[in-house]
């Protein structure tokens, strides 16, 4: 697993596109999903090696780190209202 800056900035702001937890961030996934999504086999694509990344540094307990560049994500639609 590459630990690059730029990955770390990736996971600190990419976002889950389809599911259960779809538009939460990576690194705020649950462990239990991460390591189901492990058994199951991450994406063969950039989505699934970020999840892998998350699921290290969650598992290590390291995922504070990213805390100081993660932006906020904007509120939804159904709280502007």
């Known amino acids: 697993m590459n630990l690059d800056p730029t ?3 990736e996971l600190a702001h990419t ?3 389809f599911g259960k937890y779809a538009g939460r ?3 705020q996934l649950p462990e239990p999903y991460l390591i189901w ?3 199951k086999g991450f994406p063969e694509n ?3 090696k ?3 990344l998350a699921l290290l540094l969650r ?3 390291l ?3 990213l805390d100081p560049i993660t932006k906020p994500l904007a509120p939804s639609s159904s709280k502007l209202q």
Request: no cysteine; charged share 15%.
């Open 46 to 48: 950039r989505l699934g």
């Open 63 to 65: 995922e504070h780190l």
């Open 59 to 61: 598992s290590e307990g």
């Open 7 to 9: 990955s770390l900035v």
């Open 15 to 17: 976002t889950m596109p």
């Open 37 to 39: 999504f492990a058994n």
């Open 50 to 52: 970020l999840m892998a």
């Open 25 to 27: 961030r990576l690194i």
